[in-house]
């Protein structure tokens, strides 16, 4: 195998490991260096110990050193080994060793020194995974501080090189060309009237009968893959069509990755998994759907749920080199070449879609004081690491100063998420540690136990189940009951229900039916969700849910545990409490009163409360007229027509946002021992009044007056929400003697008169009173004068006295004058 590629560069990169001790290499895809790299630097002065290279999947792991033992005439498990969950081949011998990310930090952790190991290969680092992320920072860290000879490589067809060579340190970065096989892209465009597995059925065939080789054919997830399968079987009978993803037996997966020994073309339905570390030997032809399925945290749902997206151009390029790395290749892709550009070039890194609580809870342990300064490519955002810690803290791992407890340290231990791993420790103090291990593992390891929502029935059937991936998570659930045994002292504490025990991992997913169907619930942590009718679950009254899928408005519910009412009152007891409720109810404006006794979001029973806290009614009567405004409140005529004075003279004391962020203030006096909001008008005037202190109550006279002294001595309230501006209504008469138009506010603006007769009828409004004495005055009296003859209508209004009398009233008070 000297003619790979890679062989043309490995001097190069052996050099700079003996001068420097990290380095980055970049291949394409098939130049060999997921083989090649880590025996070559068995023989070197440095390399006195086992090298370690870190594979993205278990799959990945096990085919890469099965190959590379291969190639020196060994099995797996001498001189090259591997380390996955659910299997492990190794021995004394043993000097390279493949293993999963997480295996790798579960190793690092434990042995931040990693004695016996010479150097760390982290392969296909572009795939960005959380594991990997975490494994290259703590590998950088103990090689500044506890390790100056251990070697680091960084592996990738695509990373970007300067970017990690920078993380290491400015390493160096050596690139290999590769071998430049002929790869043809046939775009079949995209038919979304079609559902994906007809499409990929109907391109599969085409593929089979155009080209020759093998198929390897790339689709989101393993539903989608059955699917495609059965229709093939009816389409192609003759194809050896083969399933490759994490939940196919070692054997199935190996028919997928070699040659067919009888010489039968294969057709191979895999998921991201063959995307890349892989070499499926014999295939020649792609058949890309162009989908990618990923793990995405929900923030709202608290869930981990699968997401399905378009593919990345970086994951397209390496799906469709999967076709050309023996030979020349084709690789058809179902969407528009046109639309290739709009997809997004690299897949987005774990650290930033992930659910931290796992790489927390891992820092903490590491004794990480500022995760910040670490060697991050993407450091992990900091509002995600806030929550993290947040639920690490619920579940006693963590210390309210986010150090690391003594049953942190044990959960730490598990090699599983934190809240399965106090499950564990949690069944394991009352003797169920075999129990909740394999309960653990089922909603770890899809597949196992079958299909369904009903977790203790899927327990049971993986219980009777055969063949050597069900015989392997056994064997592995009951390692992980002894690990955890051997962290706990066992009280004599009774056992306690399954779903109890999953109530423990996940006490905000507890739900309660909310209908006889069986389709909505509630949960604990006030989240809904959905679960399909038909399920045996259905039925129910509890839930204990392990695991949904979808939006957070009704995710859909795929594993959980059924509970009964007794067990509830039981055994959740301590989660129950009484809480003092209160509700506003608008159709009868007041507030009620409840108290309640809940789990959580889940009302369990409500009676009215005869004693509500007074001050909490306080608070709740504020609340609500911030949240509905202070139309809310009866204000009268004057403390309406205050709010308006204030607004004109521009004191923001009343304004109706001020107002309302003082509520506490103003309001606050006037609720005591109420329970609506029916206060007196004049209290509610008084109260908006005293929030203006003395100059700024000049202010509002001088600026804003409350009313219009007329020449006759009669008062006019000033109306200041007038849509002409301040406007004041009065009999004409008032304004006798008055030659100079009235005006308020600073600088002066005039008052809009608005004029009327004896009578209270409208004559004119004006803002011109000069003008309007001199002009249409004249028209006013023709007039005025036959309706209200008693009345004066004088030529000269402007030189006249004031008064409202009539003309005999006002003619017998002046002879008396």
Same mark, same amino acid.
């Not at 080199?321 to 774990?350: K, S």
């Not at 129990?435 to 079958?450: D, I, P, W, Y």
């Not at 390692?479 to 006490?507: D, N, S, T």
């Not at 009999?731 to 600088?747: D, M, N, T, Y």
């Given at each position: 195998?000297?003619?790979?590629?890679?062989?043309?560069?490995?001097?190069?990169? /052996?050099?700079?490991?003996?001068?420097?001790?990290?380095?980055?290499?970049? $291949?394409?895809?098939? &130049?060999?260096?997921?083989?090649?790299?880590?025996?070559?630097?068995?023989?070197?002065?440095?390399?006195?110990?086992?090298?370690?290279?870190?594979?993205?999947?278990?799959?990945?792991?096990?085919?890469?050193?099965?190959?590379?033992?291969?190639?020196?005439?060994?099995? &797996?498990?001498?001189?090259?080994?591997?380390?996955?969950?659910?299997?492990?081949?190794?021995?004394?011998?043993?000097?390279?060793?493949?293993? @999963?990310?997480?295996?790798?930090?579960?190793?690092?952790?434990?042995?931040?020194?990693?004695?016996?190991?010479?150097?760390?290969?982290?392969?296909?680092?572009?795939?960005?995974?959380?594991?990997? *992320?975490?494994?290259?920072?703590?590998?950088?860290?103990?090689?500044?501080?506890?390790?100056?000879?251990?070697?680091?490589?960084?592996?990738?067809?695509?990373?970007?090189?300067?970017? #990690?060579?920078?993380?290491?340190?400015?390493?160096?970065?050596?690139?290999?060309?590769?071998?430049?096989?002929?790869?043809?892209?046939?775009?079949?465009?995209?038919?979304?009237?079609?559902?994906?597995?007809?499409?990929? =059925?109907? =391109?599969?065939?085409?593929?089979?009968?155009?080209?020759?080789?093998?198929?390897?054919?790339?689709?989101?997830?393993?539903?989608?893959?059955?699917?495609?399968?059965?229709?093939?079987?009816?389409?192609?009978?003759?194809?050896?069509?083969?399933?490759?993803?994490?939940?196919?037996?070692?054997?199935?997966?190996?028919?997928?990755?070699?040659?067919?020994?009888?010489?039968?073309?294969?057709?191979?339905?895999? @998921?991201?998994?063959?995307? @890349?570390?892989?070499?499926?030997?014999?295939?020649?032809?792609?058949?890309? =759907?162009?989908?990618?399925?990923?793990?995405? #945290?929900?923030?709202?749902?608290?869930?981990?749920?699968?997401?399905?997206?378009?593919?990345?151009?970086?994951?397209?390029?390496?799906?469709?080199?999967?076709?050309?790395?023996?030979?020349?290749?084709?690789?058809?892709? %179902?969407?528009?070449?046109?639309?290739?550009?709009?997809?997004?070039? #690299?897949?987005?890194?774990?650290?930033? @879609?992930?659910?931290?609580?796992? /790489?927390?809870?891992?820092?903490?342990?590491?004794?990480?004081?500022?995760?910040?300064?670490?060697?991050? /490519?993407?450091?992990?955002? !900091? $509002?995600?690491?806030?929550?993290?810690?947040?639920?690490?803290?619920? /579940?006693?791992?963590?210390?309210?100063?986010?150090?690391?407890?003594?049953?942190?340290?044990?959960?730490?231990?598990?090699?599983?998420?934190?809240?399965?791993?106090?499950?564990?420790?949690?069944?394991?103090?009352?003797?169920?540690?075999?129990? &909740?291990?394999?309960?653990?593992?089922?909603?770890?390891?899809?597949?196992?136990?079958?299909?369904?929502?009903?977790? &203790?029935?899927?327990?049971?059937?993986?219980?009777?189940?055969?063949?050597?991936?069900?015989?392997?998570?056994?064997?592995?659930?009951?390692?992980?009951?002894?690990?955890?045994?051997?962290?706990?002292?066992?009280?004599?504490?009774?056992?306690?229900?399954?779903?109890?025990?999953?109530?423990?991992?996940?006490? *905000?997913?507890?739900?309660?039916?909310?209908?006889?169907?069986?389709?909505?619930?509630?949960?604990?942590?006030?989240?809904?969700?959905?679960?399909?009718?038909?399920?045996?679950?259905?039925?129910?009254?509890?839930?204990?849910?392990?695991?949904?899928?979808?939006?957070?408005?009704?995710?859909?519910?795929?594993?959980?545990?059924?509970?009964?009412?007794?067990?509830?009152?039981?055994?959740?007891?301590?989660?129950?409490?009484?809480?003092?409720?209160?509700?506003?109810?608008?159709?009868?404006?007041?507030?009620?009163?409840?108290?309640?006794?809940?789990?959580?979001?889940?009302? %369990?029973?409500?009676?009215?409360?005869?004693? +509500?806290?007074?001050?909490?009614?306080?608070?709740?009567?504020?609340?609500?007229?911030?949240?509905?405004?202070?139309?809310?409140?009866?204000?009268?005529?004057?403390?309406?027509?205050?709010?308006?004075?204030?607004?004109?003279?521009?004191?923001?004391?009343?304004?109706?946002? !001020?107002?309302?962020?003082?509520?506490?203030?103003?309001?606050?006096?006037?609720?005591?021992?109420?329970?609506?909001?029916?206060?007196?008008?004049?209290?509610?005037?008084?109260?908006?009044?005293?929030?203006?202190?003395?100059?700024?109550?000049?202010?509002?006279?001088?600026?804003?007056?409350?009313?219009?002294?007329?020449?006759?001595?009669?008062?006019?309230?000033?109306?200041?929400?007038?849509?002409?501006? +301040?406007?004041?209504?009065?009999?004409?008469?008032?304004?006798?003697?008055?030659?100079?138009?009235?005006?308020?506010?600073?600088?002066?603006?005039? %008052?809009?008169?608005?004029?009327?007769?004896?009578?209270?009828?409208?004559?004119?409004?004006?803002?011109?009173?000069?003008?309007?004495?001199?002009?249409?005055?004249?028209?006013?009296?023709?007039?005025?004068?036959?309706?209200?003859?008693?009345?004066?209508?004088?030529?000269?209004?402007?030189?006249?006295? +004031?008064?409202?009398?009539?003309?005999?009233? #006002?003619? =017998?008070?002046?002879?008396?004058?």
């Amino acid at each position: 195998m000297s003619d790979l590629p890679i062989h043309a560069v490995l001097p190069d990169l /052996l050099a700079a490991l003996r001068d420097r001790k990290s380095a980055v290499l970049i $291949a394409p895809p098939g &130049a060999g260096k997921t083989t090649a790299v880590a025996p070559s630097l068995l023989n070197q002065p440095w390399c006195t110990g086992q090298v370690i290279v870190l594979s993205p999947r278990r799959v990945a792991a096990r085919a890469a050193a099965e190959r590379m033992a291969e190639l020196i005439g060994e099995e &797996a498990g001498q001189t090259i080994g591997y380390v996955t969950r659910l299997d492990a081949k190794r021995s004394a011998k043993t000097r390279v060793l493949v293993v @999963t990310e997480a295996i790798f930090v579960s190793t690092i952790l434990n042995d931040p020194e990693l004695q016996g190991v010479s150097a760390v290969l982290f392969d296909e680092a572009h795939e960005r995974h959380l594991d990997s *992320d975490l494994g290259l920072a703590l590998a950088v860290e103990a090689q500044g501080v506890l390790r100056e000879d251990l070697r680091i490589v960084v592996m990738s067809a695509t990373i970007d090189g300067s970017r #990690f060579a920078a993380l290491l340190g400015d390493a160096p970065v050596v690139e290999s060309e590769g071998k430049a096989h002929s790869l043809t892209v046939k775009w079949l465009g995209a038919r979304p009237d079609v559902k994906i597995e007809a499409a990929m =059925a109907s =391109a599969i065939q085409t593929a089979w009968r155009e080209e020759t080789g093998d198929i390897l054919a790339f689709l989101p997830g393993v539903a989608q893959i059955e699917r495609t399968a059965d229709l093939l079987a009816g389409r192609l009978p003759q194809a050896l069509v083969l399933p490759l993803h994490g939940q196919v037996e070692p054997v199935g997966q190996r028919a997928a990755i070699r040659r067919d020994p009888q010489g039968r073309r294969r057709i191979v339905l895999a @998921t991201s998994i063959a995307e @890349t570390s892989l070499t499926l030997d014999g295939v020649s032809v792609v058949v890309d =759907a162009g989908l990618s399925r990923r793990a995405e #945290f929900d923030k709202a749902a608290g869930v981990t749920r699968l997401v399905t997206t378009r593919a990345s151009q970086a994951s397209a390029a390496q799906r469709a080199g999967r076709a050309a790395r023996q030979g020349p290749g084709v690789a058809y892709r %179902l969407w528009e070449e046109a639309a290739h550009a709009g997809r997004p070039a #690299f897949d987005p890194p774990e650290v930033v @879609t992930s659910d931290l609580s796992p /790489l927390a809870l891992t820092l903490a342990q590491w004794g990480a004081g500022d995760p910040a300064a670490m060697a991050w /490519l993407d450091p992990p955002p !900091a $509002a995600a690491m806030a929550a993290a810690r947040a639920s690490l803290q619920a /579940l006693r791992a963590l210390d309210h100063e986010d150090r690391i407890s003594a049953h942190g340290r044990a959960m730490a231990r598990l090699p599983m998420e934190p809240a399965l791993a106090h499950m564990l420790l949690f069944a394991a103090e009352r003797g169920q540690a075999e129990q &909740a291990a394999r309960l653990a593992l089922l909603l770890q390891e899809r597949g196992l136990g079958g299909r369904g929502e009903d977790l &203790a029935r899927r327990l049971d059937r993986w219980a009777g189940e055969r063949g050597s991936r069900a015989e392997g998570s056994r064997k592995l659930a009951a390692r992980w009951a002894q690990m955890a045994l051997k962290l706990v002292v066992r009280g004599k504490i009774p056992e306690v229900p399954l779903a109890v025990l999953l109530a423990e991992a996940f006490p *905000d997913r507890i739900a309660r039916a909310r209908g006889a169907s069986g389709e909505e619930w509630l949960s604990s942590g006030g989240r809904g969700y959905r679960l399909d009718p038909a399920s045996p679950l259905a039925t129910a009254k509890w839930l204990v849910i392990g695991d949904a899928q979808g939006e957070a408005k009704g995710a859909r519910i795929t594993a959980a545990i059924a509970l009964e009412d007794e067990e509830v009152t039981r055994h959740l007891s301590h989660r129950i409490e009484e809480r003092h409720s209160l509700a506003w109810n608008a159709s009868e404006g007041r507030v009620e009163a409840r108290l309640e006794r809940r789990l959580g979001a889940i009302v %369990l029973a409500r009676v009215p409360d005869p004693k +509500p806290d007074p001050d909490a009614v306080r608070a709740k009567l504020i609340e609500v007229v911030r949240e509905g405004g202070l139309g809310l409140l009866p204000l009268g005529d004057s403390a309406k027509a205050l709010i308006v004075r204030a607004g004109y003279a521009g004191l923001a004391a009343l304004s109706e946002s !001020a107002l309302l962020e003082s509520l506490e203030e103003w309001l606050g006096p006037l609720l005591g021992g109420r329970r609506d909001l029916e206060i007196g008008a004049g209290r509610l005037h008084e109260a908006l009044l005293n929030l203006l202190d003395w100059n700024e109550r000049q202010t509002l006279d001088r600026l804003a007056p409350a009313e219009f002294r007329s020449p006759a001595g009669t008062g006019h309230a000033i109306d200041y929400g007038h849509e002409g501006g +301040p406007c004041v209504e009065l009999r004409v008469q008032a304004l006798f003697g008055l030659e100079k138009h009235p005006c308020v506010g600073q600088p002066p603006r005039s %008052l809009l008169l608005s004029l009327t007769s004896p009578g209270g009828k409208p004559i004119q409004t004006t803002a011109d009173l000069p003008g309007f004495w001199r002009g249409s005055w004249r028209d006013v009296v023709k007039d005025m004068k036959g309706r209200y003859p008693k009345h004066r209508w004088p030529d000269e209004p402007w030189a006249e006295d +004031p008064s409202l009398k009539t003309k005999n009233a #006002f003619n =017998a008070q002046k002879g008396r004058a």
